[in-house]
């Protein structure tokens, strides 16, 4: 008798590596917009360096590897030069004085049709330290925006506006795609021109073999998007009847200038504030019922609907904990917000406001990034 054959091993399965949580990107936008307005309500230095360490704590944390994952470092370097041309302007066109002077340049006093304006001067410490709080605020503010693009998904946001407004998150979409695309270029260019031994740093290297291959690539995305877009349908005119057209037009015209209206009244000082929170609700109730009337009437399906999540909203309440935080200090402590430049001290830290901020960083430990799935080998693989 032939000998049996061997029983064939059962193959065993490689486990799945943990897929990183997706966080929708309007959950994103609205945690970096929230960790913003808490940094545009002070001026202490100690809360904006928090905020910034918050927003690159997440992003480290929570980004992936998609080509708009790296924009966060462009931001930062952006928010840094902030700081020096703000500092820059205070040194030539003067500003905040005090007694503690550092050094005195050559002043010109301009006419009065300039508004009086004087180039150069007294340079004192607390005007040069009034300054770079504005510098650190305007660069926590960009840090805040670069944590978005480097989060959200642009592809994911699109996919998510009301159909009302499809043909405007496209423009929006593209606009806020364009730095994280203009970062994978460069960086593609620089590991081209490592490769090719080209290692120069003088202006006129960097313009034949940075510039001009950033641009012609940036051109050739804006070719394909445009082409991709015009295949699927965009900017076609729907057989949506005239009178239909002019009341979609009309309800969110006035939906949204009701909401601008409202936002304008409560960033003013001359509006009290109970009316101005009153302006912005009616405003904000007219734009989502325009929004809403339009949509039905738009010719646009929508496959798949990313829906928010106990996730996403637990992100948007660790934003609103900044802002919550920020408030509230400046109920209780005013003066810890904003710190006086004249005479020179250390600032002081509202606890309030610090203890919200740190709350912010919830979402290093929500959604942190992790390897996507590995790939099953074939069938029949050992």
């Known amino acids: 008798m032939p000998p049996a054959a061997p029983s064939e091993a059962p193959r065993v399965l490689p486990r799945r590596a943990p ?38 704590l997440v992003v480290t944390w929570c980004r992936g590897d998609e080509p708009w994952s790296g924009a966060y470092r462009v931001f930062l370097f952006i928010g840094l030069s902030a ?9 030539v066109f003067g500003g905040s004085d005090g007694p503690t002077v550092l050094f005195t340049l050559p002043s010109v006093t301009l006419p009065d049709w300039a508004a009086g304006f004087r180039l150069g001067g007294a340079v004192t410490a ?43 998150s496209v423009a929006v979409v593209v606009a806020l795609s364009v ?7 460069v960086g593609r260019v620089r590991r081209a021109r490592a490769l090719r031994g080209n290692t120069g740093r003088s202006p006129a290297n960097l313009m034949r073999t940075v510039v001009a291959p950033v641009l012609h690539d940036a051109l050739d995305r804006s070719l394909a998007l445009a082409a991709a877009m015009a295949s699927r349908g965009y900017g ?6 005239a009178p239909a057209r002019r009341a979609t037009g009309a309800s969110l015209l006035i939906g949204l200038l009701g909401l601008c209206a409202g936002a304008y009244a ?23 019922f325009g929004i809403a009337f339009a949509s039905k009437r738009v010719p646009h399906t929508r496959y798949r609907p990313d829906r928010f999540r106990a996730l996403d909203w637990a992100v948007l309440a660790s934003g609103a904990a ?38 912010a960083a919830a979402p290093a430990l929500l959604a942190p990034s992790g390897p996507s799935p590995t790939p099953l080998p074939p069938k029949g693989t050992p």
């Open 179 to 185: 730095a994280p695309q203009l970062v994978e270029s």
């Open 19 to 56: 897929v990183r949580a997706a966080v929708h990107p309007a959950a994103w936008w609205g945690w970096a917009l929230l960790l913003a307005t808490a940094a545009g309500r002070t001026a202490n230095p100690w809360l904006l360096l928090l905020v910034a360490a918050v927003a690159g």
């Open 126 to 168: 607390e005007g040069a330290l009034a300054a770079a709080y504005d510098g650190l605020r305007l660069a926590t503010l960009l840090v805040c925006v670069g944590a978005a693009n480097a989060l959200a998904s642009p592809r994911r946001l699109l996919r998510s506006v009301p159909a009302a407004l499809y043909e405007v």
């Open 236 to 241: 076609r005119a729907a057989g949506v009847p």
């Open 266 to 288: 409560l960033l003013g000082t001359a509006t009290p504030a109970p009316l101005a929170w009153s302006l912005l609700a009616v405003g904000a109730a007219a734009a989502v």
């Open 322 to 359: 900044a802002t919550a935080g920020t408030v509230l200090s400046g109920v209780l402590e005013p003066a810890a917000l904003w710190p006086a430049t004249n005479p020179l001290g250390v600032p002081e830290l509202p606890l309030w406001a610090a203890a919200g901020i740190v709350l």
């Open 83 to 91: 700081v020096a041309v703000r500092m820059a302007f205070y040194v």
